[in-house]
């Protein structure tokens, strides 16, 4: 299927590794130019290298702290007229609600609720006035079931997802959508990280706590990131303007309920 989205503008931010790096590779792959964004410059090179030669697409990158407001000036300044906006950052820390302090609480709204906002606010005029726009908003399966030691995610990621919803409503007359994706279990650094974790503070072996955390799941493993890039990619397509204000869950079943 051609998605209909050769020669669009994408900035994908956060995006020298794991699922943003996945989603900048399935948008070049599909005819997009990417602009790619993360705090360090050795990563985000070599990921803009191996993007051009796997597709052959225009990659520009930004070494930007996106949670900062001289990071989204910076970034937008690199690629001011998205016709594709995939917001994404790294989550807070774990931990429980007790521990943490208003400082706590503002860095994980800057970071995962404010900064996605801002950056919507930046470009969507623009997008609404070329009657075309994809925003995609990567969130977290804790957005439909929270995590209890995920609190200030779970927090700040619904803030992001009650805002979009009323926004979405208004702009797709304008073919502009508005979606999040909610990932489950993927294999990132992040999960590496969060596996080591557990492993030391339950006391068993590192291949024991992966193994235990995959068969939690219905699918029996943790998902690929290209799958998760190629969702995006079709969300962000020319064939997906009558899907607005949805949040999309790619968890392997991970989920229990119906709706």
């Not at 943003?20 to 993360?38: H, K, N």
């Not at 001289?70 to 609600?97: H, M, Q, W, Y």
């Not at 706590?104 to 930046?122: G, R, V």
């Not at 030391?200 to 029996?220: C, F, H, M, Q, Y």
């Amino acid at each position: 299927m051609d998605l209909g989205i050769s020669g669009k503008r994408a900035l994908v931010l956060a995006s020298s590794k794991g699922l943003g790096r996945a989603c900048a590779m399935s948008l070049a792959r599909e005819g997009a130019s990417v602009t790619i964004s993360a705090r360090t410059k050795g990563k985000l090179e070599a990921t803009a290298e191996d993007i051009r030669k796997l597709t052959g697409a225009k990659v520009t990158t930004v070494v930007a702290d996106i949670t900062t407001e001289e990071g989204r000036k910076v970034t937008l300044a690199a690629c001011p007229s998205p016709d594709i906006l995939v917001n994404n950052a790294g989550g807070p820390p774990t931990g429980d609600f007790r521990d943490w302090d208003r400082e706590d609480w503002i860095a994980a709204i800057d970071a995962n609720m404010l900064s996605a906002i801002f950056m919507i606010k930046a470009t969507v005029d623009g997008m609404i006035s070329r009657n075309f726009g994809r925003i995609v908003n990567i969130t977290s399966s804790a957005v439909k079931a929270p995590i209890e030691v995920l609190g200030l995610s779970n927090g700040a990621r619904c803030g992001l997802t009650g805002f979009c919803a009323g926004l979405a409503r208004k702009t797709v007359a304008h073919n502009v959508t508005l979606n999040a994706i909610l990932p489950g279990p993927f294999d990132t650094d992040r999960l590496a990280a969060t596996l080591e974790g557990s492993s030391i503070v339950s006391g068993k072996s590192l291949e024991d706590t992966t193994a235990e955390r995959k068969a939690e799941n219905p699918s029996g493993r943790f998902g690929d990131p290209a799958e998760f890039g190629e969702l995006c990619a079709f969300i962000c397509s020319a064939q997906a303007g009558y899907i607005t204000g949805q949040n999309l869950l790619i968890d392997g079943g991970g989920y229990p309920g119906t709706l």
